[in-house]
């Protein structure tokens, strides 16, 4: 039998014996060669997961189920929900709002730190032979769940000049990175944070870096964008928002409070959430990626062996990484 490593709590990695089954009518049997780490990863690597983790994941087809058109030995990156392609997100695009989802990959199904993966075909997303599979991890939370934010700010204020991020973690980063190619070189974008390594990753990356503290000294901006899901964060972003202007939340985390008069009415300002990214958010992203290859690659400051996978998180949730991605040798 396989084995697979597995979160068992207080940060310990175990290698047990673990069985897969035969990919189904529809199904695709993967073979995960790079998985970036998350901040949402963070409970399960705390707490320890029933399913093995990951869910930013590349790699190969080994097998296909019945019914399927992606051949063997095509390589892609696998979307973390299971949506169900009929409901009535779904047929409106917006997969990652699906009503009628089976499953998380790395969260309720086995993800992609282990050694196989079992996923519907529609969560599979070609990405030809030329990319690097640590950074093809770079189309999942990093630009797909960035950018999908990007656009729900883009979608309220369409002459977006100005932008503030709120957390120089690994979302808000890839918020910076994929507004700086989607915006271009004098768009003003700041990004916050309370750790001199993050700001310092942030300010290479091209941001204007703003320490925590003084995010009123900002300039308002058409736009923010809070990754850091802390409260004092989001309050502080909405103040400094111009009228028009919005504010999208997309780190999970803490509480808003809003006088709607003056927050929303009297200024014309909109709060949005943003959740993942939709699947057809896919090829877009796949050509930004091959034409910035060098400028996204930086975002990954660590590559780790599964073997090293406790390492690999230990390293990530340090606070002095960018993106930190454990890797699968082909056997
Ligand atoms: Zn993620
Ligand atoms: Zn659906």
Redesign the pocket.
């Known amino acids: 039998m396989t084995t697979a490593p597995f979160l068992v709590g207080e940060g310990r990695v175990e290698r047990r014996p673990h069985a897969y089954p035969e990919p189904g009518a529809g199904q695709l049997l993967i073979r995960p060669r790079a998985n970036?780490l998350?901040g949402?990863d963070r409970g399960l690597f705390r707490d320890g997961s029933p399913v093995v983790a990951g869910?930013?994941a590349a790699g190969t087809v080994i097998a296909a189920g019945p019914g399927t058109a992606i051949p063997v030995g095509t390589r892609g990156v696998i979307y973390l929900m299971a949506y169900c392609g009929r409901c009535r997100s779904c047929r409106a695009g917006a997969t990652n709002l699906c009503l009628d989802k089976a499953g998380d990959m790395g969260f309720n199904r086995d993800g992609g730190l282990g050694p196989l993966e079992v996923v519907e075909e529609r969560m599979f997303f070609p990405i030809g032979d030329d990319l690097p599979f640590p950074l093809a991890t770079m189309l999942?939370?990093v630009m797909g769940?960035s950018g999908a934010a990007l656009n729900r700010a883009l979608s309220v204020r369409p002459d977006l000049d100005s932008l503030l991020i709120t957390g120089a973690g690994p979302v808000g980063v890839g918020v910076l990175a994929t507004a700086r190619l989607g915006l271009g070189a004098d768009v003003p974008i700041y990004i916050s944070d309370v750790s001199e390594w993050r700001l310092s990753f942030a300010e290479s990356l091209g941001g204007t870096p703003v320490h925590a503290g003084s995010v009123a000294d900002v300039p308002q901006v058409d736009a923010a964008v809070d990754a850091s899901g802390r409260a004092t964060a989001r309050r502080s972003a909405l103040d400094r928002l111009s009228k028009r202007g919005v504010l999208v939340c997309v780190g999970h985390g803490e509480h808003l409070r809003l006088d709607v008069s003056s927050d929303l009415i009297s200024s014309g300002r909109a709060v949005l959430g943003s959740e993942y990214f939709p699947y057809a958010d896919f090829p877009a992203n796949l050509e930004i990626l091959r034409r910035n290859a060098d400028y996204l690659g930086r975002i990954v400051t660590h590559t780790f062996d599964v073997s090293e996978t406790a390492l690999a998180f230990e390293t990530f949730l340090s606070g002095e990484s960018g993106k930190v991605v454990v890797t699968q040798e082909d056997d």
């Open positions: 970036a998350c949402s869910h930013e999942l939370d769940t």
